[in-house]
């Protein structure tokens, strides 16, 4: 069986975005728990010139939008960035899954040649769409959910590997 470009991404983001919500929660709840003030996981960082966790699931959930948009050959939906709060970040999750659940098979597959231009910063990257998503647009997703695991983790949340792979579903789903 062939893995198609719509498999490949969607199902994917869907459920690396699934997880992430799963592993905010807990961060949340854990916050309550150990009467910590929310913003300082929020704002908590692995080192002085990391981003925040905050900044963390934005980026993280711009490539969940923008991979799948990109090979659609759609514009991704903007966002402000402005989310502050554990809840907003979980608004932004689940209004990108909402749009990622309405793109079609149809839409991505036959992408692996599609021209995909975009500018990083101050560089202009050029890819073709299968080297687009499995060398750019999926690493750096799983690089950010990573972080903001990685953010809670250090911080003493009481997440694990199960939850980062499995979210809510548990082991052996």
Known sequence: MKLSMYQASVPVFQRGLANLG?????GLTDAG???IDPQVLLQARL???MLPLIRQVQI????AKGGPSRLAGLTAPKFEDNETTFEQLQERIQKIRAFLATLQPAQLDGSEERDIALKAGPHDLQF???EYLLGFA????????????AILR?????????????GKAGLGQ
Do not use: C, E, Q, W
């Not at 799963?22 to 807990?26: G, I, S």
């Not at 993280?60 to 490539?63: F, L």
């Not at 999926?138 to 695991?149: G, K, L, Q, R, W």
């Open 47 to 49: 080192a002085p010139d």
């Open 138 to 149: 999926t690493p750096n997703f799983y690089f950010h959910v990573s972080m903001a695991y």
């Open 60 to 63: 993280a959930t711009d490539h």
């Open 33 to 35: 728990l150990r009467k």
């Open 154 to 166: 250090h911080n003493g949340v009481p997440i694990g590997k199960v939850d980062f792979i499995y």
């Open 22 to 26: 799963h592993v905010l929660d807990k």
């Open 128 to 130: 073709k769409g299968l």
